[in-house]
């Protein structure tokens, strides 16, 4: 007896183990299963993730380098077709500073907007020429030409009150977004300073299609971006100050071009910036220039391809 109950144990114990072997290899095999399904699934997601990413991308790209406006003119002020237009900053009340250039004939001024007529006049030495200017507080920057100096007027009267040293290359632009200063050097960098040290806290290189957009000039910030005169054309590019990269461009050639056909045949190129941030004005002028414009955006009634725009905007 005791031995047909060893039997029937060990018989048991072996129908148990057959049992448990099969359960453990029916687990495994559901466990391969939702395994094979969970991948095939994320490989599913990741495919179509990658997909809407990359043509997300393309669609970002692809609007960045070909958004282009172009301004139409909503309103035409006097301005002294005298002024060499460095810099060019709203004030609030109808009124401008600009910065002037050229060498002997460079200055600082308070200007009435309606009537262009200048109301305080600050004179630069004869070796300055005179360039960007910005407004932060109240104190006007400026700095200028082939030269690391710069110079602080009080906004009231235009009296200077400090000197300073930049580290940019040269003085072409500034603007400021009421909290650090932008500045351009006439190449394609783009610079973040510290206004209290004038120190360079941060700069990026501006490029469209792969290429330098050089002569970076005139700044204004605009509703978060950084507008810039490109010397020698009619563009203006506005940049991301996060990442340097380029929103669009403005362009304008039609004011020159309807200033040459009036006969103005003296003028040289658009350079000047302003904002009117309460109001939402925009307002361009041009060196020596007689007319100022408050001009809204539209798009631009063609799209232009990269190349265009490379010949139009790239000197």
């Known amino acids: 007896m005791a031995s047909k109950s060893f039997k029937k144990k060990t018989n048991s114990k072996r ?7 099969s359960m ?3 687990k495994h095999l559901y466990l391969r299963r939702i395994f094979f399904v969970i ?3 994320l490989l599913v997601c990741v495919i179509v993730v990658l997909g809407v990413s990359s043509n997300t991308w393309n669609k970002l790209s692809s609007v960045n380098h070909s958004f282009h406006s172009y301004g139409y003119v909503v309103n035409e002020f006097p301005h002294d077709p005298n002024a060499f237009t460095q810099g060019l900053v709203y004030a609030g009340n109808d ?7 050229l060498y002997r004939h460079s200055s ?4 009435a907007l309606r009537t262009g007529k200048v109301q305080i006049l600050q004179q630069m030495a004869d070796s300055y020429f005179g360039e960007g200017l910005t407004l932060l507080g109240e104190r006007l920057f400026q700095v200028t030409w082939l030269t690391k100096i710069g110079f602080i007027y009080d906004r009231k009267n235009l009296k200077k009150s400090e000197q300073f040293t930049h580290e940019m290359d040269d003085g072409w632009g500034l603007a400021t977004d009421g909290k650090i200063l932008y500045g351009s050097d ?8 510290d206004p209290q040290t004038l120190k360079v806290i941060r700069k990026h290189f501006i490029k469209f299609n792969g290429q ?3 002569y970076l000039n005139e700044l204004e910030y605009i509703n978060g971006e950084i507008w810039a005169n490109v010397w020698q054309t009619d563009c203006i590019v506005r940049i991301s100050p ?3 990269t380029i929103l669009g461009w403005i362009l304008l050639q039609t004011l020159r071009q309807g200033l040459i056909a009036a006969g103005y045949n003296g003028i040289d190129v658009l350079n000047g910036i302003a904002w009117d941030s309460n109001n939402n004005r925009i307002f361009v002028t041009g060196k020596l220039w007689p007319k100022l414009y408050e001009i809204e955006l539209h798009p631009a009634k063609k799209q232009y391809n990269n190349d265009v725009i490379e010949q139009l905007c790239l000197p």
């Open 39 to 41: 991948s095939i699934i």
């Open 15 to 21: 129908s148990s183990s057959k049992s448990a072997a």
């Open 242 to 244: 996060n990442n340097g």
């Open 186 to 193: 006439g190449t394609s960098t783009l610079y973040q300073m």
């Open 24 to 26: 453990a290899f029916s």
């Open 108 to 111: 600082v001024r308070k200007v």
């Open 95 to 101: 009124t401008l500073f600009e910065s002037t250039g």
């Open 212 to 214: 330098s957009v050089r």
